[in-house]
């Protein structure tokens, strides 16, 4: 199954569980509106529960019925409105200490540039890393997409881990992102939230009668036992929903699980690295749990079992260790065979880079093929790329300032001297003296670096611009598009950076788009096609033919018209890039492919027809890794 077929499936898991709650809140409904009703049956009687046989199609019922759904969601949409910042959320609920991307130290240094190295092989921003002081051994990914996804890992994780096992389990979290496991996560979260939230009233009215009680024992007619018997069947119903919901929760996890073990081997190529890790875990003193109060809401994010198991494993989020071990490597002895092994201490921070099973020469499939489906050669190709950057380089995208000041140097490497002193002339007058000078500093390493290497750089450089304040990043943004139109237009590249930049920066909410079809945005498809067309062909007959080549992949009933007017007007792109980002996920791969076709009409990529791609990609939540050696998008 590959990207988007997981992609789907996990779209598909979201409307199952929805409905598995719908049923679950409809018989809350029920036993609710049957306590109420006993309730108040006993107030009037002051002698026992009576139900009338005709309750179930009275007012009271309709009216409860309103109260519970109105608190289930009410308290859904609060807990979902907590988290839809994204997975910083999550990591700091569970005290997770953001990562400084510029540390020295030597572990936060090794987790550092394995997840950088993922992120580079597969085309995605590099997450921000959190790191729990936690000795266990445990880990998680939290976001709703990539742009907002971040690693959380405990300290006994990269400390007892060796870098390749610590890659497998790294690879095993980027699964997650790439299957899109981490929202449905995160909406199980909600949701769960939102069923307790009767428990907790529950609560709160049996706190409330025992204070009330000791003013009147026994007077008739007080209520007092009504309203406590009220306050416990709330809390019975509100956490016998949440005891089934966490039954949902681990089913669907035990799942996802086992398939992400497999996607870190098929990443990696190297069974020895999640294998090794989760044999260590088994024979490790400290084990998974997670001492953080917040553990049992996330329990079914983590790596392993962040909670003791109960039930005889039936609230089990994951899969038995033995099973996932098994599934890994069948030679496997069994439990008898788990030994805690040391860590690996030949890591050098200077290196940075870790040694892969894999190598670049193996055979690799097509571009498109590797979307959320990285191999060993691109990740050997990540750790070439991280050697060539320069030391100066890597600190500045290690800086939240630097960042900033090496993202203005990458626009105007590629202006011409004019526009250059233009854009120097801005900055001068927009900077403060010292970081102006910083930029001047570093201008040279940025001149030599290759555009092919520009990509990597800024996805590296994503964790610290993250770190910007809102005023420092509206100031950033405003500079950057004063740069763009030092010579009154912009081009591909600048398009390209801003509208990456500015996408995964942005931590406003995205607004719910209907999933279209690829036959209603036509236009659309038009218009980008012929844009990428003319990026990289000369002639307009080139041009015009690459066109054609790519709408056929389109699977459309009529021809599409190239339009050559447009060029590379970057304004008509912009709206019709909007529009297509509202594309049903199984359409992606057509939009994709047809780009693709276009690129490879003329059997060579520009630096433009590469960018753009990568960058609607990235719009697309389809994070497409870096061309390979030899390798043909489609």
């Given at each position: 199954m590959?990207?988007?077929?997981?992609?789907?499936?996990a779209?598909?898991n979201?409307?199952?569980?929805v409905?598995?709650?719908?049923c679950?809140v409809i018989?809350?409904?029920?036993?609710t509106?049957?306590?109420v009703i006993?309730?108040?049956?006993?107030i009037?009687?002051?002698n026992?529960?009576?139900?009338?046989?005709d309750?179930?199609?009275s007012?009271?019922?309709?009216?409860v019925?309103?109260?519970?759904?109105?608190?289930?969601g009410?308290?859904?949409?609060?807990?979902?409105?907590?988290?839809r910042?994204?997975?910083?959320?999550?990591?700091?609920a569970m005290?997770?200490?953001l990562l400084?991307?510029?540390t020295?130290?030597?572990?936060?240094?090794?987790?550092?540039n394995?997840?950088e190295?993922?992120?580079?092989?597969?085309?995605t921003?590099?997450?921000?890393v959190y790191?729990?002081?936690d000795e266990s051994?445990?880990?998680?990914a939290?976001g709703?997409?990539?742009?907002?996804a971040?690693i959380?890992?405990?300290?006994?994780?990269?400390?007892?881990?060796?870098r390749?096992?610590?890659q497998?389990?790294?690879?095993?979290?980027?699964s997650h992102?790439?299957?899109?496991?981490?929202?449905?996560n995160?909406?199980?979260?909600?949701?769960l939230?939102?069923?307790?939230?009767?428990?907790?009233i529950?609560?709160?009215?049996?706190?409330g009668?025992?204070?009330?009680?000791?003013?009147?024992?026994?007077?008739?007619?007080?209520g007092?036992?009504a309203?406590?018997?009220?306050?416990?069947g709330?809390?019975?119903?509100?956490?016998?929903?949440?005891?089934f919901?966490?039954?949902?929760?681990?089913?669907?996890?035990r799942?996802?699980?086992?398939l992400?073990d497999a996607?870190?081997?098929?990443y990696?190529?190297n069974?020895?690295?999640i294998?090794?890790?989760?044999?260590?875990?088994g024979g490790?003193?400290?084990?998974?749990?997670?001492?953080s109060?917040?553990?049992?809401?996330?329990?079914?994010?983590?790596?392993?079992?962040g909670?003791?198991?109960?039930?005889?494993?039936?609230?089990?989020?994951?899969p038995?260790?033995?099973?996932?071990?098994?599934?890994i490597d069948?030679?496997?002895?069994?439990?008898?065979?788990?030994?805690?092994?040391?860590?690996?201490?030949?890591?050098?921070s200077?290196?940075?880079v870790s040694?892969?099973s894999?190598?670049?020469?193996?055979a690799?499939?097509t571009?498109?093929?590797?979307?959320g489906?990285?191999?060993?050669?691109?990740?050997?190709?990540?750790?070439?790329?991280?050697k060539?950057?320069?030391p100066?380089?890597?600190?500045?995208a290690?800086n939240?300032?630097?960042a900033?000041l090496?993202?203005?140097?990458?626009l105007?490497?590629?202006?011409?001297?004019?526009?250059?002193?233009k854009?120097?002339a801005i900055?001068?007058?927009?900077?403060?003296e010292?970081?102006f000078?910083a930029?001047q500093?570093?201008e040279g390493e940025?001149?030599?670096?290759p555009?092919?290497k520009y990509?990597?750089?800024i996805?590296?450089?994503?964790p610290s611009?993250?770190q910007l304040s809102?005023?420092?990043s509206?100031?950033?943004m405003a500079?950057?598009?004063?740069?763009?139109m030092?010579d009154?237009?912009?081009c591909?590249?600048?398009?390209?950076?801003?509208?990456?930049?500015?996408y995964?920066l942005d931590?406003?909410?995205?607004?719910?788009?209907?999933s279209?079809?690829?036959?209603s945005?036509?236009?659309?498809?038009e218009?980008l096609?012929?844009?990428l067309?003319?990026?990289g062909?000369?002639?307009v007959?080139?041009a015009?033919a690459a066109?054609h080549?790519?709408e056929?992949?389109l699977?459309?009933a009529?021809?599409?018209?190239?339009?050559?007017h447009i060029?590379?007007n970057?304004?008509?792109l912009e709206?019709?890039?909007?529009?297509?980002?509202s594309?049903k996920?199984?359409?992606?791969?057509?939009?994709l492919?047809?780009?693709?076709?276009c690129?490879?009409?003329?059997?060579?990529?520009?630096?433009?027809?590469?960018e753009?791609?990568r960058?609607?990609g990235s719009?697309l939540d389809?994070?497409?890794p870096p061309?390979?050696?030899?390798?043909?998008y489609?």
């Amino acid at each position: 199954m590959n990207f988007f077929a997981h992609q789907d499936q996990a779209r598909s898991n979201t409307r199952k569980l929805v409905f598995l709650f719908i049923c679950a809140v409809i018989t809350l409904i029920v036993v609710t509106s049957l306590l109420v009703i006993g309730v108040l049956t006993y107030i009037e009687t002051q002698n026992e529960v009576s139900i009338n046989a005709d309750v179930l199609g009275s007012k009271i019922f309709f009216q409860v019925s309103l109260i519970v759904i109105f608190v289930i969601g009410l308290g859904t949409l609060i807990r979902l409105a907590q988290l839809r910042r994204g997975g910083k959320v999550v990591a700091e609920a569970m005290g997770g200490r953001l990562l400084n991307t510029n540390t020295r130290d030597a572990d936060e240094r090794k987790i550092l540039n394995v997840v950088e190295e993922m992120a580079i092989a597969s085309g995605t921003p590099v997450p921000p890393v959190y790191l729990m002081e936690d000795e266990s051994i445990n880990a998680f990914a939290a976001g709703y997409r990539p742009r907002d996804a971040v690693i959380g890992i405990t300290r006994g994780c990269i400390r007892e881990l060796t870098r390749d096992e610590l890659q497998g389990v790294v690879a095993h979290e980027f699964s997650h992102i790439f299957n899109g496991d981490m929202r449905l996560n995160i909406r199980l979260m909600g949701l769960l939230y939102g069923i307790m939230v009767i428990g907790l009233i529950g609560y709160h009215i049996l706190r409330g009668t025992r204070y009330r009680s000791s003013s009147s024992r026994s007077g008739k007619g007080n209520g007092a036992g009504a309203i406590l018997m009220l306050g416990l069947g709330l809390m019975v119903i509100g956490y016998g929903g949440t005891f089934f919901g966490n039954l949902i929760k681990a089913g669907v996890s035990r799942q996802r699980e086992f398939l992400a073990d497999a996607s870190a081997v098929q990443y990696t190529r190297n069974p020895e690295g999640i294998g090794g890790a989760l044999k260590k875990i088994g024979g490790y003193i400290h084990g998974t749990e997670i001492k953080s109060r917040d553990a049992s809401e996330i329990s079914h994010m983590m790596f392993c079992n962040g909670l003791k198991s109960s039930f005889s494993g039936l609230f089990a989020t994951h899969p038995p260790l033995s099973e996932r071990i098994k599934r890994i490597d069948g030679r496997w002895a069994g439990m008898t065979d788990l030994k805690p092994q040391p860590a690996d201490e030949t890591f050098s921070s200077a290196e940075g880079v870790s040694h892969f099973s894999g190598t670049g020469s193996q055979a690799v499939a097509t571009v498109l093929d590797s979307v959320g489906n990285p191999g060993a050669a691109h990740l050997a190709m990540a750790a070439i790329t991280l050697k060539a950057f320069s030391p100066a380089l890597l600190d500045e995208a290690h800086n939240t300032i630097g960042a900033s000041l090496m993202i203005y140097n990458l626009l105007i490497a590629l202006s011409d001297k004019d526009t250059k002193a233009k854009q120097l002339a801005i900055l001068k007058a927009e900077l403060a003296e010292k970081d102006f000078l910083a930029l001047q500093q570093i201008e040279g390493e940025t001149r030599e670096l290759p555009r092919e290497k520009y990509l990597a750089l800024i996805d590296l450089a994503m964790p610290s611009l993250k770190q910007l304040s809102r005023v420092q990043s509206r100031e950033f943004m405003a500079v950057l598009g004063k740069l763009m139109m030092a010579d009154q237009q912009i081009c591909l590249f600048e398009w390209c950076l801003f509208k990456i930049l500015r996408y995964t920066l942005d931590e406003r909410v995205d607004r719910r788009l209907k999933s279209r079809p690829i036959t209603s945005l036509t236009k659309e498809s038009e218009v980008l096609l012929s844009v990428l067309a003319s990026a990289g062909n000369e002639k307009v007959t080139q041009a015009e033919a690459a066109f054609h080549a790519a709408e056929k992949y389109l699977g459309l009933a009529r021809d599409l018209t190239f339009q050559v007017h447009i060029g590379s007007n970057t304004g008509i792109l912009e709206k019709a890039v909007d529009r297509l980002n509202s594309l049903k996920p199984l359409q992606k791969p057509m939009l994709l492919k047809a780009m693709a076709a276009c690129i490879n009409a003329d059997g060579k990529v520009t630096p433009e027809e590469n960018e753009l791609l990568r960058a609607v990609g990235s719009l697309l939540d389809c994070p497409i890794p870096p061309l390979l050696d030899g390798q043909r998008y489609l």
